[in-house]
Each structure stands twice: as structure tokens, then as C-alpha cells.
């Protein structure tokens, strides 16, 4: 059973910073592409970072310059350190992996559960 289990967020005043993580479990050949996505209420989500497995990262530009997106291939785990946090980064953030399980299987997308990060203030 292949999982990914985020944990990190939490609450924070603007201006601070919170990071959050996202392991990848269970039996798998590769991890291609990871990113962060994020939903508020009311709106649709959307992509706030990714990297790809040679350490290729974009932001959204509403990120740049204040989220920092980062991997660990030998842990299979993937980061997003968030500083400068503004009321409008309030929301669920998920990670999402590109998987493939087998060398003879195409990759396919895996979602984690979500975690929620509020930033006051």
C-alpha cells in the first residue's frame, strides 16, 4: 500500500514560518516529479511549488521568494519550508508524487490526506 503522509502546518502569526513534510511509503520503483498544492475555501487548487527528482524546482508566483520546496530522494521525502507567511497562505496544503510502482508500469499521480495551515492576523 503505497502512502503518502504529510505532517507539519499548524497555526502561525503573519510574517512567521512553518514548514511541512510529506513521506512517501510502500513499494515503489520511482518517485518522478513532487509538488505542494493547496486549497482554500471556496477556491479551486492550486499549485503553489514543485521539484522534479534531479532537483528542478518553479513556484507560484504568489510563492516566489518567501516558500522554499525541497526534496530528500534517499528518505523519499519531500518539504516545503514557508516563511514570510501572509493570511492569504491560509489553507489545506496536499503533496502529490508522481509514482511509478513497477520498472514495467507507467507512473501515475498519488495524492497525500492534507494538512492544514492557518496563518492569523
Known amino acids: 500500500q503505497v502512502q503518502l503522509v504529510e505532517s507539519g502546518g499548524g497555526l502561525v502569526q503573519a510574517g512567521g514560518s512553518l514548514s511541512v513534510s510529506c513521506a512517501v511509503s510502500?513499494?515503489?520503483?520511482?518517485?518522478?516529479?513532487m509538488g505542494w498544492y493547496r486549497q482554500a475555501p471556496g477556491k479551486q487548487r492550486e499549485l503553489v511549488a514543485s521539484?522534479?527528482?534531479?532537483?528542478?524546482?518553479t513556484y507560484a508566483d504568489s510563492v516566489k521568494g518567501r516558500f522554499t520546496i525541497s526534496r530528500d530522494n534517499a528518505k523519499n521525502t519531500l518539504y516545503l519550508q514557508m516563511n514570510s507567511l501572509k493570511p492569504e497562505d491560509t489553507a489545506v496544503y496536499y503533496c502529490?508524487?508522481?509514482?511509478?510502482?513497477?520498472?514495467?508500469?507507467?507512473?501515475?499521480?498519488?495524492w497525500g490526506q492534507g494538512t492544514q495551515v492557518t496563518v492569523s492576523s
Open positions: 502529490n508524487a508522481d509514482l511509478q510502482l513497477r520498472h514495467w508500469a507507467p507512473s501515475s499521480p498519488y
Open positions: 510502500g513499494s515503489i520503483f520511482s518517485i518522478n516529479a
Open positions: 521539484i522534479t527528482s534531479s532537483g528542478v524546482t
